[in-house]
């Protein structure tokens, strides 16, 4: 029984993402973080700035208004 509710739990827990160890690995993961981020950018430039949406996704310290 133990063992199925260990299963069961483990489900839950954020994958653990390997820090690159290369500086091409380096590279690539900034480069993802700047596309996402621009991409966030991007959809929230768009949105309707007095919304519960804007404010709980796009604002940020830091982000130009």
Request: glycine share 8%.
């Amino acid at each position: 029984m133990a063992i199925g509710a260990g299963a069961g739990l483990s489900g839950c827990a954020p994958a653990y993402e390997r820090m690159p160890e290369s500086s091409w690995q380096w590279e690539r993961r900034q480069e993802e973080i700047t596309r996402r981020e621009d991409e966030r950018r991007r959809l929230c430039a768009m949105m309707e700035k007095s919304t519960e949406r804007y404010e709980r996704d796009c604002a940020r310290r830091g982000d130009p208004d």
